[in-house]
């Protein structure tokens, strides 16, 4: 599998193989922001989802890929303090704001950021079309969130510090974006970058998750959280290393903007699972999102 994904690197094949991972991380990142906002508490369930990606992780990096060699160990160590601030503002963000208001504030702040990154890093750049249709998802995302803020009535003594911290998180999603896809194409073999990933930036939230349960007086079923700890490792394998691979494959900056396609996952997700309304408006709103991903992909 390393072999065929270096093969396609920078050809047509690896185009088009960057753009359905991308969306395929779209549809599954979507699932996995429902899992941490479900019934169960947001540290809870992301401390579980991270022992379970340790525990499934763990093997695979000692035993099937190569190991990091060299600077290899510090770029991997150097994404820890990033993803930990980032899962700390998600985690903030749910605990104060209804899902489908605070997700797509968080994933919109990310793709202009992120190209801008990929412009100074990778020497990526934008068409004007690309540019269009950057902005016409923005308004789709935004105009979505804006929706949601408007209408939702529960919670909403905390939904604006929710908005805050969303915003600060989804400046956190293009960070975390750039400085992957750095490591993951500096790393020989992208599934060692993935591997190791899992095992080193996982070990952050189960500690908090333990001392939370400690101080809980109504505590979830454990076996409940297992169960969705094990479900939310594998939904997060699928979607995390879909992005990486699509970042290392084609431009970073298009893989992020078609990944943001998840707002329209996540707005599903909140109406069909989590049983919040979705009406024509959202429909619209959501229909934008989807052409300014369209756009990006053909005017590149």
Same mark, same amino acid.
């Given at each position: 599998? !390393?072999?065929?994904?270096?093969?396609?690197?920078? =050809?047509?094949?690896?185009?088009?193989?960057?753009?359905?991972?991308?969306?395929?991380?779209?549809?599954?990142?979507?699932?996995?922001?429902?899992? %941490?906002?479900?019934?169960?508490?947001?540290?809870? !369930?992301?401390?579980?989802?991270?022992?379970? %990606?340790?525990?499934?992780?763990?093997?695979?990096? /000692?035993?099937?890929?190569?190991?990091? %060699?060299?600077?290899?160990?510090?770029?991997?160590?150097?994404? /820890?303090?990033?993803?930990?601030?980032?899962?700390?503002?998600?985690?903030?963000?749910?605990?104060?704001?209804?899902? @489908?208001?605070?997700?797509?504030?968080?994933?919109?702040?990310?793709?202009?950021?992120?190209?801008?990154?990929?412009?100074?890093?990778?020497?990526? &750049?934008?068409?004007? @079309? %690309?540019?269009?249709?950057?902005?016409?998802?923005?308004? $789709?995302?935004?105009?979505?969130?804006?929706?949601?803020?408007?209408?939702?009535?529960?919670?909403?003594?905390?939904?604006?510090?929710?908005?805050?911290?969303?915003?600060?998180?989804? $400046?956190?999603?293009? /960070?975390?974006?750039?400085?992957?896809?750095?490591?993951?194409?500096?790393? #020989?073999?992208?599934? @060692?970058? /993935?591997?190791?990933?899992?095992?080193?930036?996982? &070990?952050?939230? #189960?500690?908090?998750?333990?001392?939370?349960?400690?101080?809980?007086?109504?505590?979830?079923?454990?076996?409940?959280?297992?169960?969705? $700890?094990?479900?939310?490792?594998?939904?997060?394998?699928? !979607?995390?290393?879909?992005?990486?691979?699509?970042?290392?494959?084609?431009?970073?900056?298009?893989?992020?903007?078609?990944?943001?396609?998840?707002?329209?996952?996540?707005?599903?997700?909140?109406?069909?699972?989590?049983?919040? =309304?979705?009406?024509?408006?959202?429909?619209?709103?959501?229909?934008?999102?989807?052409? $300014?991903?369209?756009?990006?992909?053909?005017?590149?």
């Amino acid at each position: 599998m !390393s072999d065929w994904i270096i093969s396609i690197e920078g =050809t047509e094949a690896g185009h088009t193989a960057a753009m359905l991972l991308a969306l395929l991380a779209a549809f599954l990142h979507a699932v996995f922001g429902s899992l %941490q906002k479900g019934r169960i508490d947001p540290w809870l !369930s992301r401390g579980a989802i991270d022992t379970a %990606q340790v525990i499934i992780s763990l093997p695979l990096a /000692l035993f099937l890929v190569p190991w990091p %060699q060299g600077t290899e160990w510090l770029l991997i160590l150097g994404a /820890l303090p990033i993803h930990f601030t980032y899962k700390l503002g998600m985690a903030l963000a749910y605990s104060r704001g209804a899902f @489908t208001v605070v997700y797509p504030v968080v994933r919109g702040m990310g793709p202009v950021f992120t190209v801008f990154a990929a412009w100074i890093v990778f020497g990526e &750049v934008f068409t004007l @079309t %690309q540019w269009f249709g950057v902005i016409v998802l923005l308004m $789709g995302i935004f105009g979505l969130a804006l929706y949601n803020l408007v209408t939702i009535e529960v919670a909403r003594e905390t939904l604006v510090p929710a908005l805050w911290l969303a915003a600060g998180t989804g $400046g956190l999603v293009a /960070l975390y974006t750039t400085y992957d896809a750095y490591a993951i194409r500096a790393t #020989p073999d992208p599934f @060692t970058f /993935l591997a190791w990933f899992f095992v080193i930036c996982s &070990v952050d939230m #189960p500690i908090l998750a333990a001392l939370r349960w400690r101080r809980m007086s109504d505590r979830p079923d454990p076996v409940h959280l297992a169960r969705l $700890g094990i479900t939310g490792a594998l939904i997060a394998f699928g !979607s995390f290393g879909s992005v990486m691979l699509a970042t290392r494959l084609d431009k970073v900056g298009e893989a992020a903007v078609l990944r943001e396609t998840s707002t329209v996952f996540a707005a599903l997700i909140g109406w069909l699972i989590l049983k919040e =309304t979705v009406g024509p408006r959202r429909i619209a709103l959501m229909t934008l999102i989807a052409l $300014g991903a369209v756009i990006v992909e053909v005017g590149g």
